[in-house]
């Protein structure tokens, strides 16, 4: 029993370490790996917390905004609303320190300027991605590869 219960904090600390910071795929690579009860069983401790899911938002809000750039549509800041994500729980405490407030005020302006120029939208859409690129370089690293990818290259 002892041992079971080992196993399953092993995986359960495992997930938290790999879950938000990493890339999305290798959760359910271990996930697959591990055989399905011990699956249900990390699935609670891993549960994302508030700013992670706010990422996940703000990177799918990117997604739309690029699609719609690239169809000649223009995007309105109500489609697209700043979300604070710096005013709530991240899975590593250690990074509310003062460089990433910092780069989260960057981020904000950039995130503005693109609703205020609206006739340079793709330019300042792709300014706003490399705020998101530039905080990530210091303080999670996992989610680059698909940021990267971002920007409107053509
Ligand atoms: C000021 C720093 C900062 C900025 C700016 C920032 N991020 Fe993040 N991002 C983080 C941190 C820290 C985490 C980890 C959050 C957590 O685990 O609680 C994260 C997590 C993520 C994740 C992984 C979420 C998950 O767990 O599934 C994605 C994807 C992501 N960010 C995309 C973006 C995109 C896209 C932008 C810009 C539109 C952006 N980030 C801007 C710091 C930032």
Known sequence: MKKIIYSILVFAAIGILINACSNNQKPAIEAKSADSSAVQTIKDPNSPKPMALMMRQMAANADS????????????????????????????????????????????AAHKAVFDHPKEQKKYYNLMIN??????????????RRIRKMPITE
């Open 65 to 108: 905004m690029k699609a719609k750039l690239l169809r000649g549509e223009s995007l309105d800041s109500l489609s697209f609303p700043f979300i604070r994500f710096y005013l709530v729980e991240p899975t590593d405490k250690n990074v509310l320190e003062p460089q990433f407030f910092k780069n989260a005020d960057i981020y904000k």
């Open 131 to 144: 705020a998101c690129i530039s905080c990530h370089e210091n303080y999670c690293s996992g989610p680059l």
